[in-house]
């Protein structure tokens, strides 16, 4: 699982150009879900997207989570995301998850969010959105799941 996690000022999506969700402050994330994952990686991805230090404390330094700065998130599965470009021009879409898996955990995923107290707005997922954002910083991080990162584990998490 892994999602592209970016620090916005405001965030929306629509579909079929009507509005379906709407943040201000906080963090847009692009969640997409590969063949493997588990309900558990939900659980620690949205436990470290939570708390990723991306906001300004009084010092200017990324240094203040999404809960400490009562920040929204808005969440849009993306499976693209699983998308493979090693090879030719078209991507291989192999590795992303089947529906039937990838949206029980995308919806663990905003469940786990929501748990904290943040406030969550979300996509529809399997629909064609419109995303739109104003990104501050710009802040854009990749984040894998525990499953598919080997930067998790040599960072000792």
């Not at 999506?13 to 402050?25: L, M, Q, R, T, W």
């Not at 963090?27 to 590969?34: F, I, K, Q, Y």
């Amino acid at each position: 699982m892994l999602a592209v996690v970016q620090r916005v000022r405001e965030a929306a999506v629509h579909i079929d150009g009507e509005p379906k969700a709407c943040i201000g402050s906080g963090l847009l994330v692009l969640l997409g879900m590969e063949k493997g994952d588990a309900e558990a990686d939900s659980e620690h991805l949205a436990r470290k997207v939570v708390e990723l230090r991306l906001f300004p404390d009084d010092r200017n330094r990324m240094n203040r989570s999404l809960e400490e700065t009562a920040g929204e998130m808005l969440v849009v599965s993306q499976f693209t995301l699983a998308g493979d470009c090693r090879r030719g021009r078209r991507p291989s879409f192999d590795s992303a998850a089947p529906p039937a898996l990838a949206e029980p955990l995308y919806e663990a995923f905003v469940a786990a969010v929501s748990a904290r107290g943040i406030r969550t707005a979300t996509g529809q997922f399997g629909a064609v959105m419109d995303v739109s954002l104003v990104n501050t910083g710009p802040v854009t991080l990749i984040v894998r799941s525990r499953a598919g990162a080997a930067s998790d584990a040599a960072s000792g998490e």
